[in-house]
């Protein structure tokens, strides 16, 4: 079974790897080495396994060739259609959808290039469509205590929690923010709580930066 014609699918991969610049240094961060493979590999392979043919890899200016160049050397057989910006710029998801507004003619699925997972994604994308909703999001609930050790100086890592909001009574997602956003109070709109009466405030889930999202809503971003 394939989701092609359904979703179109954009892999984010234009990140400076700033929380990790020891590594990095002169070096994509989607070119990492993750195993025998790079770290762009695995999403491109996870959508290759899932029957998707293209994908839309959105990539820095200045590292395009050099990506596109290692990927050509890959096993994999997915077409990826590259769409670089300016190394200036600092887009997020809702960004860069704009920008590629014109490309995507119907739902979309965005991964961040450095996910490297065993979901079933088939499953993912049959939830998103049961629940027809306009945005939809994978998130990830660790297990207790589990110790991740990161790249780098240990004085430079500072831990960083993502804080989301679910309404208990649909569970749907209705918050999502950085924690880092705040300094010591989380402030919520007025408006969001009287639609939302009962919501409540992870700190311990994990956004994966797996994304679907219905077709209207980038062509308004682009408005």
Request: hydrophobic share 40%; aromatic share 6%.
């Amino acid at each position: 079974m394939t989701f092609q014609v359904e979703f179109q699918v954009v892999v984010l991969a234009a990140g400076k790897g700033s929380r990790m610049s020891e590594i990095t240094t002169g070096k994509p961060k989607c070119l990492l080495p993750v195993g025998p493979k790079p770290l762009v590999w695995y999403p491109l392979y996870k959508l290759q396994c899932s029957g998707f043919s293209d994908v839309i890899l959105v990539v820095l200016e200045t590292q395009k060739a050099e990506i596109q160049n290692v990927l050509e050397k890959t096993d994999l057989e997915i077409k990826i259609d590259y769409v670089s910006i300016n190394d200036n710029e600092d887009l997020g998801t809702a960004d860069t959808l704009r920008l590629l507004s014109d490309k995507l003619k119907s739902d979309v699925l965005v991964l961040s290039c450095d996910i490297v997972s065993d979901v079933n994604l088939k499953g993912v994308l049959d939830v998103f469509r049961t629940h027809d909703a306009s945005l939809a999001c994978l998130l990830l609930h660790p297990p207790p205590n589990e110790t991740i050790v990161v790249p780098g100086p240990k004085s430079k890592h500072k831990p960083e929690r993502d804080l989301i909001g679910i309404d208990e009574q649909t569970n749907r997602l209705v918050f999502l923010a950085s924690a880092s956003d705040f300094e010591s109070e989380l402030s919520l709109p007025t408006s969001l709580l009287r639609k939302h009466t009962s919501i409540k405030i992870h700190s311990n889930l994990v956004d994966t930066h797996v994304y679907h999202s219905k077709k209207l809503d980038y062509q308004v971003l682009k408005e």
